[in-house]
């Protein structure tokens, strides 16, 4: 019976630290300021916010070469970079993926699947899986629209409203949030449910 007791209490614990570690490790939510990092990029060379002179912020994207809902929003993301990068918001996309649990999504590959789509912003590799969880990211896509000036967070979620079939969006959730931010309005939905593959850890 001791035996039994021990165990539940044990347990209890375990659960009780866990679930204390989830809320504690959320992440930023809108309005947070975020710390700045610095990222291995296809090129080999080491990329961070800072080095965006002039841009006025961020369409920071965790996403990965094998999640097919990533794949499914790969030419979405390449046209929101096409769109807002000569606007002051490039796309910064980040692989969170241990490279370990899913070696399709080391750096030698993630260069060559943005040579197959041609991607012409950051593709960075979360080396260590030390930034996503500062994010609180937890799918494969899951973006966050940051503002340069003040690092804060605007809007986190999906990129639309069809996480698999372009055809079907109605609703653009990122163009929406940046469109707003460049007119100096408010953005009318700063949170959605980012819809994908969760991030692989060892």
């Known amino acids: 019976m001791k035996t039994i007791k021990a165990i539940l209490l044990l347990a209890v614990v375990v659960l009780t630290t866990a679930a204390f570690t989830l809320k504690t490790e959320k992440g930023y939510a809108v309005g947070d300021t975020?710390?700045?990092?610095?990222?291995?990029?296809?090129?080999?060379?080491?990329?961070?916010?800072?080095?965006?002179?002039?841009?006025?912020?961020?369409?920071?994207?965790?996403?990965?070469?094998?999640?097919?809902?990533?794949?499914?929003?790969e030419d979405r993301i390449i046209?929101?970079?096409?769109?807002?990068?000569?606007e002051g918001f490039p796309v910064i996309a980040i692989n969170p993926n241990d490279p370990k649990a899913v070696p399709e999504d080391s750096l030698a590959k993630m260069k060559v699947r943005a040579k197959e789509k041609g991607f012409?912003?950051?593709?960075?590799?979360?080396?260590?899986?030390?930034?996503?969880?500062?994010?609180?990211?937890?799918?494969?896509?899951?973006?966050?629209?940051?503002?340069?000036?003040?690092?804060?967070?605007?809007y986190i979620g999906a990129i639309d409203d069809s996480?698999?079939?372009p055809s079907a969006v109605t609703e653009k959730y990122v163009e929406n949030a940046v469109e707003a931010?460049?007119?100096?309005?408010k953005i009318e939905k700063t949170e959605t449910r980012a819809i994908g593959c969760s991030i692989k850890t060892l």
Not at 181 to 185: I, N, S
Request: hydrophobic share 35%; charged share 30%.
């Open 79 to 86: 046209a929101l970079n096409d769109i807002y990068e000569d």
């Open 181 to 185: 931010l460049l007119d100096g309005k």
């Open 120 to 154: 012409e912003f950051p593709y960075l590799l979360d080396e260590g899986q030390k930034v996503y969880p500062k994010f609180g990211a937890s799918k494969t896509p899951h973006v966050y629209i940051v503002t340069k000036k003040d690092m804060k967070v605007q």
């Open 34 to 73: 975020i710390e700045d990092f610095r990222l291995k990029n296809i090129d080999d060379t080491m990329v961070s916010l800072s080095d965006y002179d002039d841009a006025k912020g961020f369409i920071i994207i965790f996403t990965c070469n094998t999640c097919p809902y990533s794949v499914a929003n």
């Open 163 to 165: 996480s698999r079939n």
